[in-house]
């Protein structure tokens, strides 16, 4: 079993689009380097639907530089002497660098950005 993406979605002056299976093996190639093919367009990426329901995958992208990143985002907590990496803002609290997570939405039928849980 492999979890390379299936298809992935991408906005276009229209709207936004599923790839078709040319461009998805593609963008799933370990080589993709082809600026050109991906038109200046980031790439979000979808698998089937999962057995568990519950199940979290790192939300990442390619972006438009066939590069593919982590999606993050800084999180405010409170500071504890064992954090690492993290920022202090005061004695009690720090942010750090957190990564976004994709969860299934069984209504869209896709998988979406996850809520933080305070």
């Known amino acids: 079993m492999t ?3 299936t298809y992935y979605l991408y906005e276009a002056s229209d709207g936004w689009h599923k790839t078709d299976p040319e461009l998805t093996k593609k963008l799933n190639s370990p080589t993709l380097n082809d600026k050109k093919l991906l038109a200046g367009r980031s790439f979000y990426p979808q ?3 999962p057995e568990f329901k519950s199940e979290t995958k790192p939300a990442w992208i390619i972006t ?3 590069i593919k990143v982590v999606r993050c985002e800084k999180i405010e907590r409170k500071h504890d002497k064992t954090h690492a990496r993290c920022d202090k803002i005061s004695d009690r609290t720090c942010t750090c660098t957190v990564a976004k997570m994709l969860m ?3 209504k869209k039928k896709m998988w ?3 809520q933080r849980q305070p």
């Open 112 to 114: 979406v950005l996850a």
């Open 104 to 106: 299934w939405d069984a």
């Open 47 to 49: 698998w089937p639907e």
């Open 3 to 5: 979890d390379l993406p």
């Open 64 to 66: 438009p530089d066939a």
